[in-house]
């Protein structure tokens, strides 16, 4: 006897290979429509100019440092960023990629087994400061919302997704720190994590100050001046790109390919 069930998670043939897809990720708003898979369902990508910014900004980094580069994706959603660097990286480096929603996690590993991303590992975790748990609420991934607008944790101006979240009906997950992972090697690092980047950052003091990663962090739910702060100590150049910053230490050879000429921003 079959059970009537709605279809959410779908696959989609799109310009970064044949990837699952939520066909519910939209929040629509007075200006429109936005969500990773309503922009995928509608250009066939998602965010493709800032995909190209960071795979530019990691072949720089092998042509300053040479193969075994590493690349984290914190906050990866479905895995465009991931998929897209792991395959122009197969042969010469590697991606770690973090997603802290489990079912969306799942769709996470689907494609990077559809996409033969072999040189990726794939972590169930939401990054912090320090390792341990993180109680987060439970979504209806059938009822349409932008789910990479999610916040874990409940403040006092929580973006509306599309739905309303109940911070009181919550599942335990592993929280990990950066530091933890013990990486000899890191290169690049993405932060994408709806408000906790300053916990991140703090759970990567020792992996940024050893290793030096090119950093590219969302701003928009953070605290800019903590973040400028941060950057300027270490002896980061910075960057505002959007909704990003651009974070490459003053050490790294890599600042010599950038270009801000008339104030436009460009990777020679």
């Known amino acids: 006897m079959s059970v009537k069930k709605p279809i959410s998670f779908i696959l989609g043939s799109t310009n970064h290979g044949t990837m699952i897809i939520n066909r519910n ?8 429509a936005y969500g990773v898979g309503i922009q995928i369902l509608t250009n066939s990508s998602y965010d493709q100019q800032e995909v190209n910014l960071a795979i530019r900004l990691i072949e720089k980094r092998r042509k300053y440092f040479k193969d ?14 991931t998929i897209e660097w792991a395959k122009k990286m197969t042969g010469w480096g590697e991606v ?3 997603e802290a929603q489990e079912k969306i996690y799942y769709a996470l590993a689907g494609n990077i087994a559809l996409n033969n991303c072999f040189n990726v590992t794939a972590k ?6 320090t390792n341990g748990n993180i109680a987060i609420p439970q979504l209806d991934y059938n009822q349409p919302s932008s789910f990479g607008s999610f916040e874990l944790e409940e403040k006092a101006n929580n973006e509306f997704i599309g739905q309303k979240i109940d911070y009181q009906n919550t599942k335990k997950i592993e929280m990990i720190s950066i ?11 993405k932060v994408d994590v709806e408000g906790m980047e300053e916990k991140v950052l703090k759970g990567a003091n020792k992996s940024i100050e050893n290793l030096l990663p090119i950093l590219l962090i969302e701003h928009i739910k953070s605290d800019r001046d903590y973040l400028k702060k941060y950057l300027a100590t270490r002896e980061y150049e910075t960057f505002f790109l959007g909704m990003n910053i651009l974070a490459i230490h003053k050490k790294d050879q890599t600042l010599t390919s950038i270009n801000t000429k008339d104030g436009v921003f460009k990777i020679n």
Not at 68 to 81: F, K, R, S, W
Request: proline share 0%.
């Open 25 to 32: 990720d939209f929040n629509h708003t007075k200006n429109g």
């Open 96 to 98: 770690y990629s973090f």
């Open 68 to 81: 075994g580069v590493v690349a984290l994706d914190c906050g990866a959603n479905i895995g465009v960023h």
């Open 179 to 189: 530091d933890s992972l013990n990486l000899k090697i890191i290169d690049f690092i």
């Open 124 to 129: 169930h975790v939401a990054l912090g400061s």
